[in-house]
């Protein structure tokens, strides 16, 4: 039987799709190694209507839209880029629902959304974040991004305001624990399994001076600015970075 599967399938015109498909992704990832979003998505978008239900694809779409919101002068089209990323992650979510990589895609998404959200959605997508969060730790408890997402989180709710945790309590009743000793649990994780991930360094030094610790603030992230930048986010990373050491000195 498999001896006429070869021809029958280029009879029907499966083997050139898939060998075009594997040519786009191959496209794609070279641009996305080198933070070319709009021009990977030249790759990727075509690779989708080939495979709409790939999950690993539909990240990379997702990361697309996610990464291109810094380049964008506009935040009404920084929230568009914003919710279309979030739309793939989800659509991941839903192709690819026990790997890893898409729940964190959606955390990552929400998280970059969640400047630009309203009270009530930014609290919406605060619980939705720890969610997604915790399944793509449990999912792959080696995955350092998957650590730092969730460091991020205990960080941020732990010094919320307190007009927003009101407002919380009032509509959801109340908001997760959250503390910064569990962020800095998840950060020394992140660290642990990827050293050279400068966001892991500077987030956990923020996190210290947020409970002022300063000595050891001071430390990590002069640690982390001293570190090359290898992600399209580190130089914003940096300046969060400067300000808080700024703040402390």
Same mark, same amino acid.
């Given at each position: ?133 915790? #399944? /793509?730790?449990? $999912? &792959? !408890? @080696? ?6 997402? =969730? +460091? *991020? ?35 020394? #994780? /992140?660290?642990? $399994? &990827? !050293? @050279? ?6 987030? =956990? +030094? *923020? ?43």
């Amino acid at each position: 039987m498999k001896i006429f599967l070869v021809p029958l399938l280029a009879l029907l015109g499966v083997i050139p799709a898939l060998a075009d498909f594997d040519e786009l992704m191959k496209n794609g990832d070279a641009c996305d190694a080198k933070f070319q979003c709009d021009q990977a998505l030249v790759y990727y978008l075509p690779a989708e209507k080939l495979m709409p239900n790939d999950g690993a694809l539909l990240v990379k779409i997702s990361r697309q839209y996610a990464l291109r919101m810094n380049d964008l002068p506009k935040e009404a089209d920084k929230i568009a880029s914003g919710r279309k990323a979030l739309s793939y992650a989800e659509r991941a979510v839903a192709a690819a629902p026990n790997e890893c990589d898409s729940h964190l895609s959606v955390a990552i998404c929400l998280g970059k959304l969640t400047p630009y959200l309203g009270n009530r959605e930014m609290i919406e997508a605060s619980r939705k974040i720890k969610t997604e969060a915790d #399944k /793509a730790v449990k $999912l &792959n !408890p @080696k995955n350092d991004y998957a650590w730092h997402l =969730l +460091g *991020r989180w205990h960080q941020s709710l732990a010094n919320i305001g307190g007009a927003t945790r009101l407002l919380a309590g009032i509509i959801y009743d109340g908001l997760p624990a959250a503390s910064n000793e569990q962020a800095v649990e998840c950060f020394k #994780k /992140a660290i642990a $399994l &990827n !050293p @050279k991930r400068l966001v892991h360094t500077v987030e =956990l +030094g *923020r996190t210290y001076a947020m409970m002022g610790k300063k000595a050891e603030a001071k430390k990590l992230l002069e640690a982390g600015l001293a570190m090359a930048d290898k992600e399209k986010d580190d130089p914003e990373t940096k300046q969060r970075g400067r300000a808080t050491l700024k703040d402390i000195s």
